[in-house]
């Protein structure tokens, strides 16, 4: 069966520091990936997406960006954390069917401090 | 344009009230899918239902129910007889045929014993 690992489940970084959040899939391939960020109390947000390897839609221009260097990984990265990128990132993935349903992975709760 | 409204922003019930769960959404295309997605305290978004733009017929699954009206482009979520383990917050999400996933603003259920 298919998994999505999703890591570090919560992260504290201070402002002007990197950031690599990353995200795994198990038992697919050449899934579509995606990157979400729901802010406190708000809706989800589409950021990025990928539907091959190195192949990356950015969806809102912003301080991050990803990378796919694999067929089942999914990076998301900034060079300087800014305070309004505080949040909670959800990974998924879809097959490359349009109909289908996405799977997400656990999260991770980025503060920025 | 795409949109998807959950106007109710935060609901309130007492264990086995029965609650409705809005969302409208807004789309020129005929063919289109329609998503329910739950995210308990956890944070991880789970999937409750898809359906797509042809199929107009009420579901039931359990105290789960869903009304989809296109001439009113709604897609209505009930509970029935509510539980604490309902308390969540519930995503209404449409795709179309891309690869994206649009997500409404989400509404929070708090059921109280």
């Known amino acids: 069966s298919q998994t999505i690992h999703q890591w570090p489940a919560t992260l504290v970084q201070p402002v002007g520091s990197p950031l690599s959040l990353e995200c795994t899939v198990e038992g697919t391939s050449n899934p579509n990936l995606y990157w979400y960020r729901q802010a406190a109390g708000r809706g989800l947000q589409l950021l990025f997406y990928s539907v091959g390897i190195g192949q990356i839609s950015s969806e809102v221009p912003q301080n991050l960006s990803a990378s796919r260097p694999q067929d089942r990984q999914f990076i998301l990265s900034s060079k300087k954390l800014l305070l309004s990128d505080s949040g909670f990132y959800l990974c998924?993935?879809?097959?490359?069917?349009?109909?289908?349903?996405?799977?997400f992975g656990s999260g991770t709760q980025l503060s920025v401090l | 344009a795409q949109k998807v409204t959950q106007a109710q922003t935060e609901i309130s019930v007492v264990e086995k009230e029965d609650v409705t769960l809005d969302c409208v959404y807004e789309?020129?295309?005929?063919?289109?899918?329609l998503f329910w997605y739950k995210q308990p305290p956890s944070g991880e978004l789970v999937f409750l239902i898809r359906r797509n733009s042809f199929d107009e017929q009420n579901e039931i699954s359990g105290r789960y129910s869903w009304n989809f009206q296109k001439s009113t482009s709604s897609f209505n979520f009930t509970i029935t007889a509510s539980q604490v383990v309902d308390s969540a917050v519930y995503f209404c999400a449409l795709r179309l045929n891309t690869d994206k996933l649009i997500f409404g603003t989400g509404t929070r259920l708090q059921v109280f014993p």
């Open positions: 789309t020129r295309d005929t063919t289109y899918y």
């Open positions: 998924a993935w879809t097959l490359h069917d349009w109909r289908e349903k996405l799977f």
